[in-house]
């Protein structure tokens, strides 16, 4: 037998040498503000669960409660066998978080993007999306085999010039971004691309997976945030960050649900949610909603938390959301800094490309409302430690 797979071998080489090579690190607890690796402790300071409900005592018995009904798998895609009355009831409460006529559920934000974004627009059609947009949009582009075209960071100027070369064109056109960008924690101006849209007769999509339980009074996202929740009619988000259980969703009109429904793919070929994820999230979306106080100790936390990285004379990037970005510059440096933060007891990776540009790999720190003022300051420490160890290997 030749072996038609030794091409990886070369190709593993390769990203061994460019530093990029990712292993896994496995946590033998939950996700909560401190975590164990190798029967140590450590801080953790890269969970997305931003207002730690996955280890909610009422969000934990809903699931369990969920189970003992309704058995541990779904069984089934939602339009043979595997809708339930608790798939229906979920997507009302997030029709009702986001002020919105109907929501349809996914598996996961990845299936909601790029399902959803692949059957709106077609060969024949133009997106326009954010440079810096989640891979699941960018894949979700590249599938629907559209014109993409790619707009600076955040600049609404770009977007116009682009939309206005399109003018001509009568094909339906999308634009598309991250409330909140992932590995950045900066914010889109919302009401200025709804502005664009509605000047150049685009649709408009958001993603809330960042934003949602951080932003807004209710906790219900950047919608709420800018209050142009009758502005965006399409809204991605997801149930596995804030929201703390496992999940994605799109939110809109009626109609736009129902022909989700009958047309996207990763919606119709996938096995639905299985109850527990489903009663998590009811549990904990009522939480985020009637429970404001978690979210802000969480932006005191975040204030004070960004302040101290800055006081300690470190580049945090002009984040609006518990996604706390310290910018380093290389792989390497980078590699070290995590490695000297996990030896003073905090574990938060490295971030590097394809995850982010090349010269801009990071420590990307996350905050959850859980997190103590003790552990805050115990993280400040182990910062300015790996920070004074970096200036020194320089
Ligand atoms: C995590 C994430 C997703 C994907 O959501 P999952 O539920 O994890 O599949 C989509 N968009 C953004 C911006 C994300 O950060």
Redesign the pocket.
């Known amino acids: 037998m030749t072996n038609s797979l030794s091409w990886i071998e070369n190709e593993l080489k390769d990203i061994k040498n460019k530093d990029l090579f990712r292993i896994l690190t496995e946590l033998e607890s939950a996700q909560s503000p401190e975590i164990i690796i190798d029967g140590k402790k450590y801080i953790l300071l890269s969970s ?1 669960s931003y207002l730690g409900l996955t280890i909610e005592p009422r969000v934990k018995k809903a699931a369990i409660e969920a189970i003992e009904k309704y058995g541990t798998g779904s069984g089934g895609s939602r339009l043979v066998s595997g809708s339930t009355d608790l798939h229906r009831q979920l997507e009302e409460r997030i029709a009702k978080f986001k002020k919105t006529e109907s929501a349809i559920l996914f598996s ?4 909601a ?1 790029t399902g959803t974004i692949s059957t709106l627009i077609g060969k024949d059609d133009i997106v326009y999306s954010d440079e810096l947009n ?1 891979a ?2 960018i894949d979700g582009c590249r599938l629907s085999k559209a014109e993409i075209r790619i707009y600076k960071h955040l600049d609404t100027n770009h977007l116009e010039s682009l939309l206005e070369n399109d003018k001509n064109s009568k094909c339906k056109k999308l634009i598309v971004t ?1 409330t909140v960008f ?1 590995m950045d924690g900066d914010l889109a101006p919302l009401p200025e691309i709804a502005d664009l849209a509605d000047k150049y007769g685009c649709m408009f999509m958001i ?1 809330e ?2 934003s949602t339980g951080v932003l807004g009074k209710r906790g219900s996202g950047g919608t709420e945030h800018f209050g142009i929740e009758q502005r965006v009619p399409i809204v991605m988000g ?4 804030a929201v703390g259980s ?3 969703y799109i939110a809109g009109s009626k109609k736009l649900i129902d022909f989700i429904r009958n047309r996207v793919r990763s919606y119709i070929f996938d096995t639905s949610l299985p109850a527990s994820s489903l009663a998590a999230s009811m549990a904990a979306i009522d939480i985020i909603e009637y429970e404001p106080e978690r979210r802000e100790y969480l932006w005191t936390l975040i204030n004070r938390f960004k302040k101290g990285l800055e006081d300690i004379g470190l580049t945090v990037l002009p984040s609006h959301s518990a996604v706390i970005p310290v910018l380093i510059g290389q792989a390497q440096p980078t590699l070290d800094f995590a490695k000297s933060l996990r030896e003073n007891g905090v574990y938060t990776p490295a971030v590097r490309p394809p995850s982010v540009p090349e010269g801009m790999c990071r420590i990307r720190a996350t905050l959850m409302a859980k997190h103590t003022d003790k552990q805050i300051e115990k993280a400040l420490k182990a910062f300015k430690k790996s920070y004074k160890d970096l200036l020194t290997d320089k």
């Open positions: 997305n996961t934000g990845y299936l993007n989640h699941s949009i991250d992932s993603d997976a960042h997801t149930l596995s960050k496992l999940g994605g």
